[in-house]
Each structure stands twice: as C-alpha cells, then as structure tokens.
T-cell receptor
Framework: ETGVTQTPRHLVMGMTNKKSLKCEQH?????MYWYKQSAKKPLELMFV???????ENNSVPSRFSPECPNSSHLFLHLHTLQPEDSALYLC?????????????FGPGTRLLVL | AQKITQTQPGMFVQEKEAVTLDCTYD???????LFWYKQPSSGEMIFLIY??????QNATEGRYSLNFQKARKSANLVISASQLGDSAMYFC?????????????????FGPGTRLSVLP
C-alpha cells in the first residue's frame, strides 16, 4: 500500500472546465511536490511545498494553481487547460531533514484535456 | 545541458539474466544524491535505490545494485536475476544539495528513462 495517494486516478475534462487533483501523504513528511510527465519528455517538476510554504514554481502557467492546506495534503486546481496539458500528474513527498530526502510518489492522475 | 542522461531508450533481457541500465549525470556540486525509480504501466514511481556522493560503497537493495563511478559520473543500475515483473520504465534521478535554504536539496532532476522488457 502506497504512503502517497492521489485522486482521481483518471480525469477527462474540457478546456472550459475547472477541476482539482488531490494528493495525500501518510508518511509524516513535510515537503510535497507536483510533477508533470508528458509522453516522450522527462519528468518536469512543477511545484514544491515545504512546511506548507511554496518554495518552487518552475514557470508553470497560471492555469495550474497549487494549494497546500497542511503538510499532508496537496491540491492542484486546474482551469481553462489546453490539450497539451494532457499528461500524467504525479505527486510526491519527502522528509525535509539532512540526509537522503528520497521522494516517494503517488500513483498519479492521468489527465486528458479535450 | 542535460543533467541526467540515459542513453538506452529500450532494453531487452532474458528472464533470470542480469541487466545493466546506464545513467550518467552532470553536476559541479560536491554533494548530491542519485536515485533510481521504477515506473510500471500503472504509472506509480517506485523508489528502488539511493547512492550518496560521499558514500564509499556501492548501494545494494536486494536484486538491485548501483554501480557508482564518481570520476566518470555514472550511476548504472544493475538488476540481477531479472523477473517478468521487472518490465517497466526505469528512471535515474539526481538531487543536488544546493540552492536556497528553503528548498535545499529538494529539486530532483530526472532522466528520460529506459524501458526494460524482460522476455520469458
């Protein structure tokens, strides 16, 4: 059983829709991440939250809006997406202490924008 | 410039044989970590093994071992006794221990991946 869960697992939405992706980690970590994985492209880091504060935003378009209400939950709010936003969105978490900082991933949400 | 290079887009291996997946990296940071992840068709990224830049010995985890050659900046993954369930994408990733204090060492860079197919 994974320590990081994501819902929904699959999502189809039109370009005018508003939807949210949810991530929850049960590992007691204090850092959470959103990644985008498109076909034939390396995994792209989108956002980093450390102790609920956003510390990284890798030039992500404003149609993606993250929210981290606490260290266990992370959301990605989606609105007016484009077809090229279709991808696998992965959430990860890690413990922000000196040392390994392995990131543990959820199963991902497969998003299709029509 | 590519920070992580995986030159093998696809690999085939016979069941029960060993296979090596290549990974080279580029960093000027003396402190960094190297990771391998497995991604089956279900999509989840599964952490396999970690090697720190200061670790003297190669990391091993069960059937996985990491052939770390620091001077050559390579971190190849060796899977011994391949199983059908090993068929998946494999990603090499690096964490550099630089950056502002508030995101120190949190940014992972992933390679493009290698698709491994284990043949019966």
């Amino acid at each position: 059983e994974t320590g990081v869960t994501q819902t929904p697992r699959h999502l189809v939405m039109g370009m005018t829709n508003k939807k949210s992706l949810k991530c929850e980690q049960h590992l007691g970590h204090n850092a959470m991440y959103w990644y985008k994985q498109s076909a034939k492209k390396p995994l792209e880091l989108m956002f980093v939250y450390n102790f609920k504060e956003q510390t990284e935003n890798n030039s992500v378009p404003s149609r993606f809006s993250p929210e981290c209400p606490n260290s266990s939950h992370l959301f990605l709010h989606l609105h007016t997406l484009q077809p090229e936003d279709s991808a696998l969105y992965l959430c990860a978490s890690s413990q922000d202490l000196p040392g390994v900082k392995t990131q543990y991933f959820g199963p991902g949400t497969r998003l299709l924008v029509l | 410039a590519q920070k992580i290079t995986q030159t093998q887009p696809g690999m085939f291996v016979q069941e029960k044989e060993a296979v090596t997946l290549d990974c080279t990296y580029d960093t000027s940071d003396p402190s960094y970590g190297l990771f391998w992840y497995k991604q089956p068709s279900s999509g989840e990224m599964i952490f396999l093994i970690y090697q720190g830049s200061y670790d003297q010995q190669n990391a091993t985890e069960g059937r996985y071992s990491l052939n770390f050659q620091k001077a050559r900046k390579s971190a190849n993954l060796v899977i011994s006794a391949s199983q059908l369930g090993d068929s998946a994408m494999y990603f090499c990733a690096m964490r550099e221990d630089t950056g502002p204090w508030d995101n120190y060492g949190q940014n992972f860079v992933f390679g493009p991946g290698t698709r491994l197919s284990v043949l019966p």
